[in-house]
């Protein structure tokens, strides 16, 4: 597997920049990130470049709603800037979400007073001009469903199911899904999620639940799931998104047994 470690909740122990080099030697093939806004972008090329290591991603979206429809145009004017900032350093994909998320990942807005109706026609909507961004950039786009009971309470989109079908409705090599199964642990079935999906999966994210983890630290049996992997011949990465129960070094050695 191409293993991705995020280096906001891996390494976190280190200076930021130097949690890329860690994550080279410990042998991961890439890197990833939550706001490229709050980093010096031209340092993390450097240091990416010198521990011979990839940029994955990181958000590409800021403080805007695909399911606003009176955010559009600034919806895509902030993909524009993260499509440069990814072009900068190298990084292949950018992560989007239904809703702006603010500090610790909270949803801005819930926006209830607007139907489901609405926001899914505004989903559609920017999407599809916002893929025509990304094929100019050349750089995809993975949309991710983010679970509501724990971590992001009022996002809209919920599960593979509507990430999935949005994307191949779509039907864009610029536009896959990001399964987090993490956050889809609350859906359930993850096994069947990923077979049912699997053509719009160009993204997933691993950590263990409950507790965001590292494997074996709750209930999910990625064993199973890697060998799913394995047999459908996945061929992007698996990013690490997760805080490691007791430090880095423990958390990565759980990453790499399997």
């Known amino acids: 597997m191409k293993r991705c470690a995020c ?8 200076p ?15 890197v990833e990130f939550w706001d490229w806004r709050i980093r010096d972008l031209d340092r993390v090329k450097e240091v990416a470049e010198a521990a011979g290591i990839t940029v994955s991603g990181f958000n590409g979206d800021a403080d805007f709603s695909l399911v606003d429809p009176t955010h559009k145009e600034k919806y895509l004017a902030a993909l524009r800037e993260s499509m440069e900032a990814a ?4 990084a292949p994909t950018v992560t989007i979400h239904s809703n702006a998320l603010g500090e610790g990942g909270v949803v801005v807005n819930h926006y209830t007073e607007l139907s489901d109706t609405v926001k899914l026609c505004s989903m559609y909507d920017t999407l599809l001009a916002a893929v025509k961004i990304a094929e100019k950039y050349q750089i995809r786009m993975n949309l991710e469903a ?7 309470v009022g996002n809209f989109l919920q599960t593979t199911q509507m990430a999935a079908e949005i994307t191949r409705l779509i039907g864009s090599p610029w536009l896959k899904v990001l399964f ?3 956050h889809m642990y609350n859906e359930g079935a993850l096994s069947y999620q990923l077979e049912t999906y699997f053509d719009q999966i ?12 590292e494997p074996g ?11 799913l992997l394995e047999r459908r011949g996945y061929e992007y990465r ?19 047994k399997d």
Do not use: W
């Not at 072009?87 to 190298?90: I, T």
């Open 87 to 90: 072009k900068k350093v190298g």
């Open 202 to 213: 160009g993204h997933i994210h691993i950590a263990d639940c409950p507790g965001r983890h």
């Open 217 to 227: 630290t709750g209930e999910i049996n990625y064993s199973s799931i890697y060998k």
């Open 238 to 256: 698996v990013g690490y998104e997760l805080f490691p129960e007791t430090d880095t070094k423990t958390a990565v050695a759980a990453i790499m």
């Open 146 to 152: 983010l679970n509501i009971k724990v971590d992001h």
């Open 180 to 182: 987090d199964a993490y």
């Open 16 to 30: 930021f920049e130097e949690r890329i080099g860690a994550a080279k030697a410990d042998g991961f093939e890439s």
């Open 7 to 14: 280096i906001d909740t891996l390494y976190t122990e280190l």
